[in-house]
């Protein structure tokens, strides 16, 4: 599809929602003609419906000043130095939407894909990536990260595959800064375990 047309498709979405979310990100990777992966905020807001991102956080690889240069002749506007957004202005009525390359698809293992309409389809971070990439936040030690974490799972809790959890939070524990990593795992788990038995999710009256 057009550049111009997904751009007016996310244009027609409303503000804020994960339509006009996975409307920009289609954008972005026909635009740059590369794959691009939503992650962060706004994935978590795609598998829960229960977070409400400031920004539209894409993994991609190679995204440089080149790559600004490129979005910029199709209405993002590159703040420069110093911002690590670039924006992209819809509606006047409206604030911009804030979109930034914080990683490339080094350590995303897997991915979910979402069709928007014929032809044109959107990846997101899958669900047990998405789990890590939050429990590798919450080793910051701030109770935001952490809370962040613990809803996730207590949102997710009947859909992540544990195993796969598992197994990518050990491959990433001998990572600089992340050897806490299992046992931030674990803390969040009984946390979020707790909070679904008080909430009756688990099936038990």
Same mark, same amino acid.
């Given at each position: ?7 007016a498709r996310a ?6 929602s ?6 920009i990100?289609a ?14 905020g706004a &994935? ?70 979402v ?21 590798? !936040? &919450?080793t ?12 996730l799972?207590?949102a ?14 050990? !491959? ?10 299992q ?11 707790? &909070?679904?038995?008080?909430?009756g ?5």
């Amino acid at each position: 599809m057009d550049a111009e047309v997904l751009k007016a498709r996310a244009a027609s979405a409303e503000s804020g929602s994960i339509e006009r979310t996975l409307w920009i990100t289609a954008l972005v990777s026909e635009v740059l003609d590369r794959r691009v992966v939503l992650i962060g905020g706004a &994935a978590h807001n795609l598998y829960t419906g229960e977070y409400r991102p400031t920004d539209i956080d894409l993994a991609a690889t190679g995204v440089g000043r080149s790559e600004f240069e490129t979005l910029a002749k199709h209405g993002f506007i590159d703040r420069g130095i110093g911002h690590r957004h670039i924006e992209l202005h819809l509606r006047d009525s409206e604030p911009p939407e804030l979109v930034e390359f914080p990683t490339d698809l080094t350590d995303i293992d897997s991915t979910d894909t979402v069709r928007l309409a014929e032809g044109v389809a959107v990846e997101v971070i899958s669900l047990s990536d998405l789990v890590v990439d939050r429990l590798i !936040q &919450a080793t910051d030690g701030t109770p935001v990260t952490f809370d962040d974490a613990v809803a996730l799972l207590v949102a997710t809790s009947s859909e992540v595959d544990w195993t796969t959890v598992m197994r990518l939070v050990e !491959q990433r524990s001998d990572e600089p800064f992340l050897n806490e990593l299992q046992e931030v795992f674990e803390s969040i788990r009984l946390v979020a375990e707790s &909070a679904i038995r008080r909430a009756g999710l688990d099936g038990r009256s």
